[in-house]
């Protein structure tokens, strides 16, 4: 467990740093025939590169908490206090800020309490959807995990794979020529806790296949999502999904690299371990600091967006770090941060 809890440090830290990274270069995709090619395309190598860092997270989860034991009211406790107090402060910050800061309108306090309740509910900003996802999943979690420790290979290749072809149901035209068959039960991100606790508990001796998985899975997603764009003559992100077949394999293979990644430098050890403890407080402010980054003309048109995205990522991952580990240090801070 010490040994699997090493390496999915490592993945979380690296994941981290490839949402914030993703989210820098993806203004730039939507810029798609008022920006030169050349700059459209730097934006879409970067972006096409890191599509992995959601299903990564779910794989994660699955790899970490299908694997525990716990009963039912311990689980729920647990998570919904790790997740529910940082999700609450970060969507008022959210809403403050938008309402007070970027919109600079005057609302009544009945207008700013309906804006309370709306962002609370239906998310205050867009990259928080994960968490509701997430807070869905955990519902499903004590059930899997009664589940999966008890199934066998067999049963548990039958799921990824019924889960597999759910993915073919989404490809634009594909779905006319597969039987109208609902399954609904095996869709969605549930497959990427499934295939975490799998590919965790299970050692692939081949090296040469997470290479050829994310290879493959990555040029598909830019040359892929160049052609659709420049076919609809705008910028088309159907590819760009996390629950798209190219994903999925650029997502199997980033993990599988990770299992057989290892650290040795311990100024690197210490960095990572950093960001694996502060992810999700970082993963939850980084937005703030890149829209207040934006306002002070600091976004992926500063330079050239080669450099730009890069820079901006690491500004940002130093900003909201030091943001997430100043809330730990007090007393109540460290509920909320995330």
């Known amino acids: 467990m010490k040994e699997k809890q090493l390496w999915l440090d490592n993945a979380r830290a690296m994941t981290t740093i490839a949402v914030i990274f993703l989210h820098v270069a993806a203004p730039l995709l939507y810029k798609y025939g008022e920006v030169s090619d050349e700059l459209w395309w730097v934006g879409n190598v970067y972006d096409s590169s890191v599509r992995f860092c959601v299903p990564i997270f779910f794989m994660i989860t699955g790899a970490l908490l299908l694997s525990k034991d716990s009963t039912l009211s311990d689980f729920l406790r647990k998570r919904f206090l790790r997740i529910i107090p940082p999700l609450v402060f970060w969507s008022l910050v959210y809403i403050v800020y938008n309402t007070f800061i970027v919109d600079e309108k005057s609302v009544t306090l009945l207008e700013f309490g309906g804006k309370i309740i709306k962002g609370l509910f239906q998310r205050s900003e867009y990259h928080l959807w994960f968490v509701y996802v997430l807070l869905g999943l955990y ?77 493959i899975g990555t040029l598909v997603t830019i040359f892929g999502t160049y052609y659709l764009s420049y076919q609809e003559q705008e910028f088309c992100e159907y590819l760009y999904g996390y629950l798209t077949p190219n994903v999925l394999m650029s997502s199997i293979g980033v993990f599988l690299l990770f299992k057989r990644w290892s650290i040795k430098n311990k100024i690197a050890i210490k960095a990572i371990t950093f960001l694996s403890d502060h992810s999700f407080g970082i993963y939850l402010s980084h937005i703030l600091v890149l829209s207040i980054l934006e306002r002070q003309g600091l976004d992926w048109s500063w330079i050239h967006p080669a450099f730009s995205i890069p820079l901006l990522t690491i500004v940002s991952l130093l900003v909201s770090g030091g943001i997430v580990y100043l809330l730990k240090k007090n007393k109540y801070g460290r509920y909320v941060s995330g």
Do not use: M, Q
């Open 139 to 215: 519902l499903c979690i004590p059930i899997l995990r009664k589940w999966i420790r008890d199934a066998s290979n067999k049963e548990i290749h039958y799921f990824i794979l019924i889960w597999g072809i759910t993915l073919l149901y989404g490809i634009p035209g594909v779905s006319d020529y597969l039987p109208e068959i609902t399954l609904v039960n095996f869709s969605g991100f549930i497959g990427y806790l499934v295939l975490g606790y799998y590919l965790a508990n299970r050692t692939v001796k081949n090296g040469y296949i997470p290479v050829i998985f994310v290879t």
